[in-house]
C-alpha cells in the first residue's frame, strides 16, 4: 500500500458523524409586503434603470428597435415577437462576442432584498453573455420576485443547473482612489423590466 492510499484510508476510517443542518430560524425569513417596490428601490439605488410594464408588447417593441441600429442577442423563450437568437451564441468565443452591444435574457426568480436576478444554464446559452455585453437587459416576470434570499433558494434547483449567478446592478468599482466608477468590468448599463 502507498503512502497516498494510506492517508486516504486514514481519512476515510476517521470521518466524523454526520450532523444535520440546522433550521433557518424564521425570524430570519421575512416576506416583503410589497416585494417589487422593494425590488425596484434596490435597483434604482444601484444604478439600474427599472421599467415596470403591464404584457410583453413594451419589451417586444424595445427589442424591434435595438435590432435596427445594435448588434444584439435575446434569449427569451416562449413571447412571441422576440426571436430567441441566443442559440447562436452558444460556441462563440470572447473574441466573437465582444462587439455585442446588447444582451437580453429573461431571469427565472428576482429577490427583493438585494435586487439581484438570477440567471442559470437554462436561460444563459454562453455564460459569457451578460459580463461581455455593452448594454445588459434583463426581464422578470412580477409573480417571479421573492422576498429574500431563503425564499429564492427554496425555488433553485441546484442539482438540476450546472451553473447559476445572481446579477444586481451593472458593474461597477471604487478600487482606484474610493472613486465609483460604473461599468468598469462588464456591462455600462443594466436596465430591468418587470412585466406584469
Known sequence: MSTRDKILQAVKNNKPALIPLQEIPALLDVTEENPIVKFTAILKNLSTE??????????????????????????IDGVDGIVNDGADTINQSAAALASLDYALIKGPIGIAENGAIWLNDKNLPNRLLPFICQHLVLVIEAKDIVSNMHQAYRKIQVNEEGYGVFISGPSKTADIEQSLVIGAHGPLSLRVYIVH
Open 50 to 75: 427599472v421599467k415596470e410594464v403591464d404584457g410583453w408588447d413594451e419589451v417586444i417593441q424595445y427589442v424591434s428597435e435595438l435590432k435596427q441600429q445594435y448588434k444584439i442577442v435575446t434569449v
